[in-house]
């Protein structure tokens, strides 16, 4: 069993950065893919990032050139950094892991085999 647990979210302004984060815990494998995805009312879980053990890192085409995840698997802790955030971005953001050995990420959330409980973003106009 693993346990995930965000953190990093707030409320932020049109333009600004907040940097959300991810700790694992629990019994982990070598072998693990991260994902980010966000959840706003009335919508559907979407996929934001992410980022295999070891491979590519993959964007959702909404977030390309402003968002960046990384991970520290030393750490057992993966973040994500958001830049120029706009206002139809406030969600619940919630970090997600998948076992796998696929040097290649995952972007649909039935993919995933653990959800964190999420971390609110709210970015005012």
């Known amino acids: 069993q693993v346990q995930l647990v965000e953190s990093g979210g707030g409320l932020v302004q049109a333009g600004g950065s907040l940097r959300l984060s991810c700790v694992a815990s629990g019994r982990l494998f070598s072998s693990i893919t991260m994902g980010w995805f966000r959840q706003a009312p009335g919508k559907d879980r979407e996929f934001v990032a992410t980022?295999?053990?070891?491979?590519?890192?993959y964007y959702a085409d909404s977030v390309k050139g402003r968002f960046t995840v990384s991970r520290d698997n030393a750490k057992n802790t993966v973040y994500l950094r958001m830049n120029s955030l706009k206002p139809e971005e406030t969600a619940v953001y919630y970090c997600a892991a998948k076992i796998s050995r696929s040097r290649v990420g995952a972007t649909r959330s039935d993919e995933y085999d653990y959800w964190g409980q999420g971390t609110q973003v709210t970015v005012s106009s």
């Open positions: 980022i295999p053990w070891s491979g590519i890192i």
